[in-house]
């Protein structure tokens, strides 16, 4: 039987830069849970506003702040976090974001429900203004899910949100850290974790991300992607052919989509043939490739 009275320590690991006008939102979005017993850390990638003097007037003694200097890889900053906790389980939060009030009692009450997982990850939704939803990452909004994910990812069925992500610390063991080696670690990180433990998804909208200029995922998308097809091509021995084929498939299609939002056409009918390389029999990858010649030429 789960014990009721369960209530281990959260170790919370913010990394930051340059937030100093949303910063302070985020932090209260966390000192609102509805479950007490965590800590923050707060690690700032050497920024140049006035984000120190913001944090340091926060009476609350659980909320730490260490300055680590420019360093401009998040995964290191992330890794500085963990190796400063002191919690049971580790959470994370970009410094732009926020969390429902109950994020962490119902993911902390869900993995002493489900005890073999080794971590969660919620629902939630993309914002530009605080309560007005934008688009939700899963169709589902309540059940859960507890499961072997790790094909799941590569059947885009989960998403591979950092911020709605809890996980007992003690997996670190197994899985390791952040790769310091590449700039977008978050994904790698979560499917390192899913090869080697189960995890129990919260369908509920539970983390709110938000979308302005200034998202760092968005400014480096095309890396994102190249950074992503390697990835997925790293696990082509623990992965079905089929399965395979598939993740690179809509992973071509996707970023051809995108480069045609942004109009870089020449990197959208590439994306589309690499697509058709996938599936040659399929003939999507033809549709869009020549929807994206007659578009431009049109434009002419």
């Not at 700032?44 to 944090?55: L, P």
């Not at 009450?109 to 939630?124: H, K, M």
Request: net charge positive; aromatic share 12%.
């Amino acid at each position: 039987m789960p014990d009721q009275k369960y209530t281990p320590k959260v170790s919370i690991i913010l990394p930051t830069y340059n937030r100093a006008g949303l910063i302070l939102e985020t932090i209260e979005s966390i000192r609102n849970q509805t479950y007490s017993n965590w800590e923050l850390i707060i690690v700032d990638d050497g920024s140049d506003d006035n984000t120190e003097e913001i944090i340091t007037q926060i009476n609350d003694a659980r909320i730490q702040f260490h300055k680590a200097g420019r360093i401009g890889i998040v995964g290191k900053i992330k890794n500085m976090g963990i190796e400063m906790s002191n919690g049971e389980l580790i959470a994370f939060i970009d410094s732009d974001d926020l969390w429902a009030k109950t994020k962490l009692e119902k993911q902390i009450a869900a993995l002493q429900q489900c005890q073999e997982a080794g971590f969660s990850l919620t629902g939630g939704y993309n914002f530009k203004e605080p309560g007005k939803p934008l688009g939700y990452f899963y169709n589902q909004k309540e059940g859960i899910r507890y499961d072997n994910i790790f094909i799941a990812f590569f059947k885009s069925e989960v998403s591979t949100t950092m911020p709605s992500l809890m996980l007992r610390k003690k997996c670190l063991q197994t899985t390791g850290i952040f790769k310091e080696s590449k700039p977008f670690a978050d994904v790698e990180f979560i499917l390192n974790l899913a090869r080697h433990f189960k995890a129990v998804i919260l369908y509920e909208p539970l983390f709110y991300r938000r979308i302005h200029e200034a998202n760092d995922s968005d400014s480096n998308w095309i890396n994102r992607h190249y950074e992503g097809i390697e990835m997925i091509l790293s696990y082509k021995n623990d992965l079905p052919k089929v399965i395979l084929t598939d993740s690179l498939f809509r992973s071509y299609i996707n970023f051809g989509e995108k480069c045609l939002k942004y109009q870089k056409k020449g990197k959208a009918i590439r994306s589309f043939i690499n697509a058709w390389k996938q599936k040659p029999f399929n003939i999507l990858p033809l549709r869009k490739t020549a929807k994206a010649i007659i578009y431009f030429l049109q434009r002419k």
